[in-house]
């Protein structure tokens, strides 16, 4: 890994991805650079949706469904190696939405959350400083 500035480095295949909440691993999907997790954070609603932090282009270990709960910090998988044939570099997609609190996480993808008006993304920077 390479300084880009001092203390950035660049994003490389098979970096750690750590939980930025706590939360519940509820979903994932196939996406054109590897998977997509979403994690469920129930402790966080506004108006009858909940919060959903959304880890896009990684490779997820399959058995994160399936616990109850991840820590901050606890290791979610690793970013995905580019396919060969893609010119797009290895990269981490940390997205946030509000989700209605009925959703069933099995239909979530990205084409039905950009489609979706249940869906409203936010800017995760600050639920990266809690």
């Known amino acids: ?39 469920r954070h129930p402790e966080i609603s506004w108006g009858g949706a909940v919060l959903h932090t959304l880890y896009g282009h990684g490779q997820f270990n399959t058995d994160l469904t399936s616990p109850s709960r991840v820590n901050k910090g606890d290791i979610l998988g690793t970013i995905s190696h580019p396919p060969e044939t893609s010119a797009v570099p290895a990269h981490l997609h940390i997205s946030c939405a509000w989700i209605i609190e009925d959703q069933r996480a099995e239909e979530l993808s990205w084409k039905k959350m950009n489609a979706d008006s249940n869906v409203v993304f936010i800017d995760p920077l600050p639920f990266l400083h809690r």
Not at 7 to 21: D, H, S, T, Y
């Open 1 to 39: 890994m390479q300084d880009v500035e001092p203390g950035v480095k660049n994003v490389q295949p098979q970096m750690l991805i750590p939980a930025i909440l706590p939360g519940q691993p509820v979903h994932f999907h196939r996406d054109f650079l590897g998977e997509t997790l979403y994690i």
